[in-house]
């Protein structure tokens, strides 16, 4: 477990509430922000185990935050309101979806190339009832 981990994990730990959750919005596959995170040129630079710098396409340099803590996903942007989804968040989560990107996970200071099976999303879409579960549907 490296110091820099043990830092990070004890300045969230002091600072006031709970960091935010990733937020999936409603019918956020159909939302810009996830258009843009597939589409637009990125440039990715990460600042600590937590923080990546993220540009797309012309606009801003953004600060963003993407790590798990207490067993949940965890984002902010300083592009957008505390815990909203933005393009910064959506390219992120596009590039750990796609096992492109080290998510730390402060509880164990581990490192994670794809989101883990235990994750857990706040997923307005995932919540769906799918279609078949591979098994009985009489779900
Ligand atoms: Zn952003």
Redesign the pocket.
């Known amino acids: 477990m490296s110091d820099r981990t043990d830092d990070l994990r004890e300045k969230i730990k002091r600072s006031l509430g709970d960091p935010p959750e990733i937020e999936f919005p409603s019918g956020w596959t159909l939302s810009q922000s996830w258009t843009r995170a597939q589409t637009e040129d990125a440039v990715i630079a990460p600042v600590n185990p937590i923080e990546y710098r993220i540009r797309l396409g012309e606009g801003d340099l ?1 600060r ?1 935050e993407f790590y798990i803590y207490g067993g949940r996903l965890r984002a902010s ?4 309101a505390r815990g909203n989804w ?4 959506a390219r992120l989560y596009l590039r750990w979806t796609r096992h492109d990107l080290v998510v730390t996970d402060l509880d164990t200071a581990r490192s994670h190339r794809s989101p883990p099976v235990w994750i857990r999303f706040e997923d307005h879409d995932m919540t769906q009832p799918v279609a078949t579960d591979g098994g009985s549907d009489d779900v």
């Open positions: 953004h963003t942007c300083n592009c957008a933005c393009a910064h968040i």
